[in-house]
DNA sequence: GACGTTACTTTATGGCGTAAGGAGACGGCA
DNA sequence: TGCCGTCTCCTTACGCCATAAAGTAACGTC
């Protein structure tokens, strides 16, 4: 788990906010070579880096090389490694949305909104490896839970009920998508798809607990009569299972919500 | 992130399940020194290590230190660290209680379950960053699920319904309970607490943004007006917070469930 | 041309998982 | 009784990691 920096939280918020206040990022410092490098090109390098071969790959070393600098010449921009976590964090959540149409309801609002968050953690899987609690506090993460507020606010419902449903739609959808992430990274990094590590690990399971029928009936019921059923064959099982709990889930919490508003009325 | 080990699946599997049957752990195996260590043992210390200190600093040579052995002392009871973390995950998940009553309805033993693993993440933070993509597939696990789906199916949904019905659940408690356990984490290894975090980055917050309540109005109103009131000052703000989100996401998910009860009838 | 500042490098320290090989303990057999 | 094969556990070593410290070279100013 990757923590906030707990270096000087005063440059930190500097470096997130880009502060161009007198004292902030200093321009046109004289005396030295010129900076080849800056903070933008380091994290949109880190960024690349964390894409194309997962968060476990991220180093420093891997980010200076993509640059073709040592890494330790990373540290004249940067405080240190979880610094610059925070700062891919928060510069890659500029991708959401936050422009959502409310005209066709609340409902059809927060899912449009689900379905992209969906499909922004699945393209930075690393994303969903970065610590929550402290959060980072950066603009862009601001602004995404700002969109998010303003659709749920249009159901009406206070501020105390809100808070555990931003909450609970968070985890479900990030809950399912770690899923896929860590599918994808497994089979990224052992060269086994889901596909074949399924069909090894359950055989052996058959041979070691041949009684698994009998000590697990419910599990054998849900897993036999609840699989979701195959529209594409390209999209291997473990993950086509986390898109119907991606779905149903969400449709489950927000059936609550409507449960909430109709309790209030 | 902590990968299911990717060294012998057949190994792993008898290590889970403690495979007795011929040719699975060896009995009184004859020559050489009386082992001192066991699997349970290092799993144990694993687990003592995790507890203590984190699964940042969960290393071989931790474990093999509490036991009074080097680190390699440990390959020969366990293949490799994935493994090792493996096993600790599937033997600490034998705490969760099985036994719920359904006399109170299902919606009561659902969030007795639901408050007993609550506690339970509380307890071994680290569990939750095991991966759940490529599940251990232990006893334990499967045993936890198995008495979860007894209380779903007391519904009378379908196992199609109730798929992403388990998903929703697991999801939402693990999410806030991950808050909390990264919160806690992220306190012991600054040794800043909670609250002093707080104060300093809200306080640099409103010097390097000053027009934060113009560009985040619906966050500032969450803010001030749905904090989880305060029943008890030694508790801190973040897991007040956590633990409200915890409750309401769950009543939330819940109400989606009897929802979906009511839609079948 | 000298000087102070800066960008970046090299080197070093102390961590990690684990491969390889060696030391010593022990049961079974001669 | 002593040897042998096997087993536990150790030391050593390798290649990673983040990053501290110190050195080198480029550059603007004087």
Chains 1, 2 share one sequence.
Request: proline share 6%.
């Amino acid at each position: 788990m990757v923590f906030a920096g707990q270096g000087d939280p005063r440059r930190s918020m500097a470096l997130l906010w880009r502060d161009e206040r007198p004292g902030g990022t200093r321009t046109r410092q004289w005396p030295g070579p010129k900076p080849a490098l800056s903070v933008e090109v380091i994290v949109r390098a880190g960024i690349a880096v964390a894409d194309a071969e997962g968060m476990a790959a991220l180093s420093m070393r891997a980010v200076g090389e993509r640059l073709g600098r040592t890494a330790m010449a990373l540290y004249t921009y940067v405080p240190g490694k979880s610094e610059l976590v925070d700062l891919m964090y928060d510069q890659v959540l500029a991708e959401l949305p936050d422009d959502y149409d409310l005209a066709a309801g609340w409902r059809a609002a927060v899912t449009s909104w689900a379905e992209d968050t969906w499909e922004f953690y699945l393209r930075h899987p690393w994303v969903l490896q970065v610590s929550q609690a402290r959060p980072v506090l950066g603009p862009h993460e601001y602004r995404a839970l700002e969109t998010l507020l303003a659709l749920l606010y249009a159901t009406g419902l206070d501020s105390a009920v809100l808070r555990p449903v931003v909450g609970a739609l968070v985890h479900v959808v990030r809950g399912a998508a770690r899923t896929v992430a860590e599918s994808r990274a497994a089979a990224a990094s052992t060269g086994v798809s889901d596909e074949d590590w399924w069909l090894a690990r359950s055989g052996m399971l058959e041979e070691v607990v041949p009684d698994f029928a009998e000590r697990f009936p419910l599990l054998v019921r849900l897993e036999t009569e609840g699989a979701a059923p195959v529209t594409d064959d390209a999209v291997p099982y473990l993950e086509r299972e986390a898109r119907a709990t991606f779905e149903g889930g969400l449709a489950v919490v927000l059936d609550g919500v409507e449960a909430a508003i109709r309790r209030t009325h």
